[in-house]
């Protein structure tokens, strides 16, 4: 099957320009998540869509970032506007099911460079 | 309590040899504990899982040991490979509605052949 698609797949800015990065995930797959990893770290959960809603944002700064998911399948992840510390690889990922013994299939992610 | 420490941060190993990368958690809502690999330029993947009812998992060369008095749990490497070589994450989730996985912070692992 098909994996988690993301694009682009690289990014680079100038602070306080806008930024969108696209997440197809697998077919059939009702829960997507967005993660941010900054290098040397862990990827961390900023927003968990179920279908089209949110299960969880509260690690998103959302003064600055918003997410969609409209029609329960591809999903957008915005910044406006970017700061450094945004510099980050930003991973999608989807499951077929939030309960946790269905795995978590991760795309290959977005490397966005804050200049 | 929403931490998973992660040690050591970078490990050498020779080919055949045994890699060993341990995990330690605070919050003991904790249900599930997978660990990731990950290969640059690539999202990670996950290697095996194990929740706190048993005290080993073994899946290959990759064993988890779970100990769930010390909060800890780790994973080992047997006959450890160059191909191998990658960033191995833990993580822990108390699933519920959200499934969400907190991540340790890493460990890069080199085998050298």
């Known amino acids: 099957e098909a994996g988690v698609a993301q694009s682009p797949r690289y990014k680079i800015i100038e602070k306080r320009q806008s930024v969108a990065f696209w997440c197809n995930p697998i077919s059939g797959h009702a829960t997507l998540y967005w993660y941010q990893q900054i290098l040397g770290q862990g990827p961390k959960l900023l927003i968990q869509f179920q279908n089209n809603g949110v299960v969880d944002d509260s690690q998103l700064p959302k003064d600055r970032f918003s997410a969609e998911r409209l029609k329960g399948v591809d999903s957008t992840l915005k910044i406006q506007p970017a700061k450094l510390e945004d510099s980050a690889v930003y991973l999608c990922a989807s499951s077929f099911h939030r309960k946790p013994t269905y795995e978590q299939y991760f795309g290959p992610g977005t490397r966005l460079t804050v200049t | 309590q929403q931490q998973v420490k992660q040690s050591p941060q970078s490990l050498i190993v020779q080919k055949g040899g045994i890699s060993i990368i341990n995990c330690a958690y605070e919050n003991t809502a904790f249900d599930y504990f997978p660990w990731y690999q990950q290969f640059p330029g690539k999202g990670p993947a996950l290697l095996i899982a194990?929740?706190?009812?048993?005290s080993e998992k073994k899946e290959g060369r990759f064993t988890i040991s779970f100990n769930k008095s010390a909060k800890q749990f780790s994973l080992h490497i047997m006959d450890s490979q160059p191909g191998d070589s990658a960033t191995y994450f833990c993580a822990a989730s108390y699933g519920g509605a959200t499934n969400k996985l907190i991540f340790g912070t890493g460990t890069l692992l080199a085998v050298q052949p």
């Open positions: 194990i929740r706190p009812d048993v």
